[in-house]
């Protein structure tokens, strides 16, 4: 859907809800669902620009799924690449989506100045964006051998998913640290929420940037001798890497890297768990392409979803708007309602768009009803673990002290990468 009819859809709906109020108002009835609908007006830009940067993103990462479904050869000649894809998308969207929510925040706090010095506020976050992009490159490529000798799958060489992961990681992390650059600098111009589209069109541009950069990666692969003597040098750079950002000089860096990277190994955790259960399954998804399809901008729906909820704690926990306490009070289950309206619009669009793209494509599937049961019914699971980790990662991470921007988006996402592959083997289960 183009942005100006989407926008009159969300106006239409916004006046509904206004007339419904009136009429709630005048009755005196439902007082829960009149603070729910008040809470929707109150943010009715941030429902505006967040359905359309959902919307953009779920359309853009239907692209990814397009091309996942077009791999299918590959992902059979060279066992292992399913187990990494999508540990490798969570992983530029959980770096560049904190990234976004940190320059979000800078920009709420006046520490985004518009300097694009080194050791600048922007510069700083962006050089420990880069190191824990070329360090978390290895990682993976570890984590998914690792995973195939323990689980028994059989894949490609460590070298050669190093190679594939590192080629992969420089070429969409270029492409994504371009869009958040470009993304803060339109939110900055515009007076828009960062909060409220940075996740979605990040968390989309992970997805659409790293599948073709994994595919770039594998064309590295062929002679064994090149294939070790350029991983292990990469993998000798990760380490450099880590060091230089555990041990900068740079305040910014240093925290940024030392919080970061224990998040972003169970990011890695995760998004090897979600491989995992995607190559058990490998079979089926490969003869109902479809539901290949499906599987990126359902997960990215959930991450992105995920996200907003927790950029938006975060940003109340710094501004002192929200008290992080142990049972969610009534202004995070207000926000929480926000993620159910969200996930609602959201779910239904990847499955009526994954069904629309399949049949244009002429991919096999279980047909659009039961294709957007599938995605609903995954989708009803999801939300609920959305809220829960969103909160208790921004809060948590709060009364510790620690950033709930470094923390909380690349945890949520990072979770939501293996919980939404279940969920949504789930749905398929209950569904077809």
């Known amino acids: ?55 953009i993103g779920i359309g853009i990462t239907l692209m990814a799924g397009i091309v996942l479904g077009a791999m299918d050869q590959l992902l059979e000649e060279l066992p292992g690449l ?14 560049f989506g904190a990234l976004g929510a940190r320059l979000g925040t800078g920009m709420l706090t006046g520490q985004l100045d518009g300097s694009v010095a080194r050791r600048s506020f922007l510069g700083q976050n962006v050089e ?8 978390t490159g290895v990682v993976l490529a570890g984590a998914a051998r690792l995973m195939g000798l323990v689980v028994g799958f059989e894949t490609i060489s460590f070298t050669d998913l190093v190679l594939v992961s590192m080629v992969g990681a420089v070429l969409s992390s270029l492409a994504t640290l371009g869009v958040v650059l470009a993304l803060t600098r339109f939110a900055e111009r515009q007076s828009w929420d960062m909060d409220a589209i940075g996740t979605p069109i990040v968390s989309a541009a992970a997805d659409i940037t790293t599948l073709p950069a994994l595919i770039v990666g594998t064309l590295t692969l062929g002679n064994d001798t090149v294939s070790g003597v350029l991983g292990w040098s990469l993998v000798v750079l990760a380490l450099a890497a880590a060091v230089l950002g555990l041990r900068s000089s740079a305040d910014t860096v240093r925290r940024v890297t030392r919080e970061s990277l224990p998040i972003l190994m169970y990011t890695a955790a995760m998004g090897i768990l979600a491989g995992s259960v995607l190559e058990a399954r490998k079979e089926t998804l490969i003869t109902s392409v479809a539901l290949l399809v499906a599987v990126p901008p359902f997960i990215a729906s959930s991450g992105a979803i995920g996200g907003i909820l927790s950029a938006r704690l975060s940003s ?117």
């Open 1 to 55: 859907m183009s942005p100006r009819p989407l926008s009159r859809a969300v106006a239409a709906f916004l006046a509904g809800v206004r007339a419904l109020v009136e009429v709630l108002r005048r009755r005196a009835r439902f007082p829960v669902l009149t603070e729910v609908l008040q809470h929707w007006l109150h943010e009715q830009r941030t429902i505006r620009q967040g359905v359309l940067a959902l919307s």
């Open 82 to 95: 399913l187990v990494l894809a999508p540990a490798a998308i969570g992983m530029r969207g959980a770096i």
């Open 128 to 135: 420990a964006a880069v190191v824990l992009s070329i360090v």
């Open 316 to 432: 109340q926990l710094h501004l002192g708007l929200l008290d992080p306490t142990a049972i969610p009070k009534r202004p995070a289950w207000l926000e929480g309602t926000l993620t159910v309206l969200f996930a609602t619009v959201g779910y239904l669009a990847v499955g009526l768009l994954t069904a629309a793209a399949a049949g244009l494509l002429g991919y096999g599937g279980p047909g659009v009803v039961r294709l957007i049961g599938v995605t609903v019914t995954a989708g009803l699971l999801a939300v609920l673990m959305i809220f829960a980790v969103g909160y208790y990662a921004a809060t948590a991470s709060f009364r510790f002290g620690l950033d709930p921007d470094n923390v909380g988006i690349p945890l949520v996402t990072s979770t939501m990468d293996f919980v939404g592959i279940l969920c949504l083997t789930v749905g398929i289960v209950v569904i077809l």
